[in-house]
Structure formats: structure tokens, C-alpha cells
């Protein structure tokens, strides 16, 4: 099975950086995704680590170390509008139909 | 405009009645899923499917039924519901294996 662990809620400043983290214990591995959902809206794609290391894109970047069931979202530049829930995501490694979620991440971004 | 549609998007009804959450999308995917989001809970799969004709359980799927007729739809059919089925329900679409997945706006549904 697989177990996903991330805190409930966070709160950061505007314009600063805040790291989102996220553990699990799954019984194999075929990558971890990050989706934002803003409140009352779907999900929407962030990023996605296969291997371990950094993956950045633009304020974005999500980490991921394999061995220790560990990833990381870091958001910089913090804007208002990055107020929403951050949800982590694995896939099973023998059935790619399935999916496991996070309970996500809420941050409010304050002025 | 690539997307993945469902509607209702607000559904009200009452415990027992039969009903059908319809999803499409166009972008000619293979697989589809059916998520219902619950406060504290996340995001939990309830159906798959990997193509036409081949669907499987996810986490939750007691009172729910699927079909995959037509690749671009997968309706969510709850033949009685209850009001345990209340929730906000997600469906979703990705190209490949273990790809990233594309969700529909949600449909909120309450059950009285």
C-alpha cells in the first residue's frame, strides 16, 4: 500500500520562500507529482520528480531523494495568489491506473 | 481548448435516487480516474480506467459504478445514493502510464 504524509497547514509571508514537505512509504516507486488546487478549483499539474534531485521551474521547484521516501516543494517569490492547498501525489509502480494523494497542504500567503 | 469536462456541477438530490456524473475529455487519453475529495481526507481514487472496456476499483468504490464505452467518457453512476456519498467529486484524465493527470472543474454533490 501506499501512506503519504504532508503537514496540514502552513503560513509564510509575501516574497518570501517556503518549503513544502512531503514523506512516503509506498511499496515500490514510479514518481511523485505536485498539484496546486486553489479553493473550490480543480487540481492543476505543478511538477513531477522520477529521479532523485532538484527539478526547478521558474518559483517552482520540487526535490526528491528515493532513499529516503522524501520530497520537498520550495516556492519562492511568495505571491498572494499562491495561497492554496499543495497536494502530493504517488503512483503505483505495478498499476499505473492508480493513485495515491496526500491530505495537502493549505498555505496562506499573508502581506 | 484541451479539457476534461463533467457536469453536473452541482448536484442536490435525495437518498436512493439513481444518478449518473457524466466526464469527458479531448484529448484523446487513455485513462481516466474518478476521485471524491472529502474535508481532512484528500483526494481518494474511487474508479479507474486504463481504456475502453477496462476499468478497476480504486480505494473507495462501494456505491459507485463506472463504464468505459467510449474512450473520451467515463461516467460515475450511483445507483442509490446516501448521504455518506456527499463530497466533491473530481474526474481525470492522463496520456500515459503513470502520467500527469488532467482533473475535471468537480462536481459538488450533496445527499439529503
Known amino acids: 500500500g501506499q501512506n503519504i504524509d504532508q503537514p496540514t497547514e502552513m503560513t509564510a509571508t509575501e516574497g518570501a520562500i517556503v518549503q513544502i514537505n512531503c514523506t512516503y512509504q509506498t511499496s515500490g516507486f514510479n514518481g511523485l507529482f505536485w498539484y496546486q488546487q486553489h479553493a473550490g478549483e480543480a487540481p492543476t499539474f505543478l511538477s513531477y520528480n522520477v529521479l532523485d534531485g532538484l527539478e526547478e521551474k521558474g518559483r517552482f521547484s520540487s526535490f526528491l531523494s528515493r532513499s529516503k521516501g522524501y520530497s520537498y516543494l520550495l516556492l519562492k517569490e511568495l505571491q498572494m495568489k499562491d495561497s492554496a492547498s499543495y497536494l502530493c501525489a504517488v503512483r503505483d509502480p505495478t498499476n499505473a491506473g492508480k493513485s495515491t494523494f496526500g491530505d495537502g497542504t493549505t498555505l496562506t500567503v499573508k502581506p | 481548448e484541451a479539457q476534461v469536462t463533467q457536469n453536473p456541477r452541482y448536484l442536490i438530490t435525495v437518498t436512493g435516487k439513481k444518478l449518473t456524473v457524466t466526464c469527458s475529455q479531448n484529448?484523446?487519453?487513455?485513462?481516466m480516474s474518478w476521485y471524491r475529495q472529502d474535508p481532512g481526507l484528500g483526494l481518494r481514487q474511487i474508479y479507474y480506467s486504463m481504456n475502453v472496456e477496462v476499468t478497476d476499483k480504486g480505494d473507495v468504490p462501494e456505491g459507485y459504478k463506472v463504464s468505459r464505452k467510449e474512450k473520451r467518457n467515463f461516467p460515475l453512476i450511483l445507483e442509490s445514493p446516501s448521504p455518506n456519498q456527499t463530497s466533491l467529486y473530481f474526474c481525470a484524465s492522463s496520456g500515459t502510464p503513470g502520467g500527469t493527470q488532467y482533473f475535471g472543474p468537480g462536481t459538488r454533490l450533496l445527499v439529503l
Open positions: 484529448m484523446n487519453h487513455e485513462y
